[in-house]
Structures are given as structure tokens and as C-alpha cells.
């Protein structure tokens, strides 16, 4: 099943304890992103990358980081969380060779930070 | 920058009436538009799309048509149902190099049976 998958679902930390969400797609996508949601806000992008090592800022990108050192994954780092981290976390992959731009969605990490 | 404004919820309805979202967009360029759709506990998944303008876009009995002389793409449906219940996202796309689909903040659909 075409999937994108993330972990963990569901996580409470406390202000700057290093912590780490994966994403992992087995669709062979080149493109994949990070957004977070926030109430009223809708979705922001986070970072994004267009393949293995090429990575970029999006929208929103104080306080993360990302690698890309395998096609399938695209892992969220937070250094050093914040209450203002606290929000719910989206990664999605884009499905390549569509004159449209598609994404798909994993089912999110709901991130609390104490 | 792009932007998306959707109407604010919750909207409420019972099974079988009629459902318009409205969708505005400001953007540069020609933008394809979206509506994702959340149902609780899950990721957006892509629920249609328009890529240019008097498109229009159909799926499940819900449709939305690219109106680019209003900068709209109101969501509807004839006749909703209770497993409509969800979270409607409006989006424009970003189809320079960064991909980035630009969301509303959402609206949220409750139906009662």
C-alpha cells in the first residue's frame, strides 16, 4: 500500500530535550515536505526537499532542522523545543510527473512541549 | 504572497442539505487550486483539484470550479452526509521550484444524521 508514515503519533517533551520525528514514504518520491498546523492558521510549510541531500527552508523553519540522506526519508529535528513548537506535524511526498502539483499526507504527530 | 482565505466554522448541517464552502485565493501567476479533507485522526488526503481557470473539479459528489475573474473555488456538495463530517482545507499551489501548497486555515463540517 502507497503509504507515508510518521512517528512518533503522539509526543509530550519538555523545553529543550532533543527530539527527532521520522517520515518515511515507499513511493520513490523525489519531493518531499514538512508542514505544521496550527488553529486558524491552516498549514505551513516547514522545510521541503527536492531529492537525497538537496533540502530547502519553507515558510516557517526557526527552530528545525532536516536531512535527506535516503530517498524514503525525511526526518524532523528539533534541537531544542519550545512551547511554541507545540503544534501537530505533517510530512507529505509529491507524486512525481503530474502537470499538477499532488501531494501525499501522512497521518500526523500531534508534538507537545511542556 | 499567495494566500488562501476560507470561511470560518464550524458549519453545521443536517444529512442531505446543502453544503457551499467558499474559497478565495490572491496569487501571482496561475495557480492550480485544491481541496484536501481531514476526517479526524487522519493526514489531508486530496479530495479535487482545478489547474487552470472555468475548470472544474469533482469527487464524491462534491464539486469546485476555478473561477479566476472572482479568485474563487467554493467547494460544494447537493446533498451532504454524516461521514462528510471532516475538515475542508483550500489550497493554492506553488508551482515554481519549492512546491509548497499554500493552505486556508480550514473549515470544519459537522452533519447530523
Known amino acids: 500500500e502507497a503509504q507515508v508514515t510518521q512517528n512518533p503519533r503522539y509526543l509530550i517533551t519538555v523545553t529543550g530535550k532533543k527530539l527527532t520525528v521520522t517520515c518515511s514514504q515507499n513511493?520513490?518520491?523525489?519531493?518531499m515536505s514538512w508542514y505544521r498546523q496550527d488553529p486558524g492558521l491552516g498549514l505551513r510549510q516547514i522545510y521541503y526537499s527536492m531529492n537525497v541531500e538537496v533540502t530547502d527552508k519553507g515558510d516557517v523553519p526557526e527552530g528545525y532542522k532536516v536531512s535527506r540522506k535516503e530517498k524514503r526519508n525525511f526526518p524532523l529535528i528539533l534541537e531544542s523545543p519550545s512551547p511554541n513548537q507545540t503544534s501537530l506535524y505533517f510530512c507529505?511526498?509529491?507524486?512525481?510527473?503530474?502537470?499538477?502539483?499532488?501531494?501525499?499526507f501522512g497521518p500526523g504527530t500531534r508534538l507537545t512541549v511542556l | 504572497g499567495d494566500s488562501v482565505t476560507q470561511m470560518e466554522g464550524p458549519v453545521t448541517l443536517s444529512e442531505e442539505a446543502c453544503l457551499t464552502i467558499?474559497?478565495?485565493?490572491?496569487?501571482?501567476?496561475?495557480?492550480?487550486l485544491f481541496w484536501y479533507v481531514q476526517y479526524p485522526g487522519e493526514g489531508l488526503q486530496l479530495l479535487l483539484k482545478?489547474?487552470?481557470?472555468?475548470d472544474k473539479g469533482s469527487n464524491k459528489g462534491f464539486e469546485a470550479t476555478y473561477r479566476k475573474e472572482t479568485t474563487s473555488f467554493h467547494l460544494e456538495k447537493g446533498s451532504v452526509q454524516v461521514s462528510d463530517s471532516a475538515v475542508y482545507f483550500c489550497?493554492?499551489?506553488?508551482?515554481?521550484?519549492?512546491?509548497?501548497?499554500?493552505f486556508g486555515s480550514g473549515t470544519r463540517l459537522q452533519v447530523q444524521p
Open positions: 489550497a493554492l499551489s506553488d508551482d515554481t521550484g519549492r512546491r509548497a501548497l499554500t
Open positions: 507529505a511526498s509529491r507524486v512525481p510527473g503530474l502537470a499538477y502539483n499532488e501531494q501525499f
Open positions: 482545478a489547474t487552470k481557470a472555468d
Open positions: 467558499n474559497c478565495t485565493y490572491t496569487a501571482t501567476g496561475y495557480p492550480s
Open positions: 513511493m520513490n518520491h523525489e519531493y
